[in-house]
């Protein structure tokens, strides 16, 4: 694996950890609150990491103009055709884990990433664009990547899904993370093209959060209630 490629995975593990050391430190040297001082710092990092990731992939995006893939019109009907793949393959996990499993479907990660939201709306900009791109960069550019040249799909593309299933930090909600990487690690081999599981990624953390937003609690659960109900039937569960 290029020396590059190793620095960018550092740059991410330093992102997710740097808020241990350094929002405290915000915290005593500012006026903002507990709370504040974890959101600027988050955003900031983020915005920060990018910048060094993109700095950093700077060949490979050169190296891309140069190999054939294919045409801009394809490349947006896999992105279109991705987000109901992305889609289906997150019903299918989610009927399975709360039916067969009886997980409780609730996220605890995405009502976090809301509260967040919710008091810093800016920080719609992290989830919905940010966040997509670092990981589609590191979990499918990289590490599926590098594990697909090593072996066939499946296996590459399921340890590089579980690997970014572990990652949100919701073990219990490994088998939804890892079916939408499954999805997009298979958008990446079709296309060639990281750009479109990058898309699909923005697509769906954007509708996650404006549909959100855009609810209050109780009429999100009753609408998270139907449809999951609407799963079933259409399953067969």
Request: no cysteine; hydrophobic share 55%; charged share 10%.
């Amino acid at each position: 694996m290029p020396k590059r490629y190793w620095y960018v995975i550092l740059t991410y593990i330093i992102m997710q950890f740097s808020g241990f050391v350094f929002a405290p430190i915000l915290y005593l040297l500012t006026p903002l609150g507990v709370n504040d001082t974890g959101v600027y710092w988050s955003i900031f990092s983020f915005i920060a990491a990018l910048i060094v990731v993109l700095w950093l992939m700077r060949p490979d995006m050169n190296m891309s103009q140069y190999r054939q893939g294919p045409p801009t019109w394809e490349i947006i009907l896999w992105s279109i055709a991705g987000l109901f793949m992305a889609y289906f393959a997150n019903s299918i996990a989610s009927v399975i884990e709360t039916v067969v499993l009886g997980i409780n479907p609730t996220s605890e990660n995405t009502e976090l990433i809301m509260d967040i939201t919710r008091s810093a709306p800016f920080f719609m900009v992290i989830t919905a664009i940010v966040a997509p791109i670092l990981e589609e960069i590191i979990f499918r550019k990289i590490i599926f990547g590098e594990l697909y040249k090593r072996m066939n799909f499946f296996l590459a593309a399921a340890l590089s899904a579980l690997v970014f299933g572990f990652i949100h930090g919701e073990p219990e909600h490994i088998l939804v993370y890892a079916s939408m990487g499954f999805v997009f690690a298979f958008l990446y081999v079709q296309t060639k093209r990281i750009i479109v599981p990058i898309v699909v990624h923005m697509a769906m953390n954007s509708i996650s959060v404006i549909v959100q937003l855009s609810l209050d609690q109780e009429d999100f659960d009753n609408m998270m209630e139907q449809f999951q109900q609407m799963q079933m039937i259409f399953i067969g569960g």
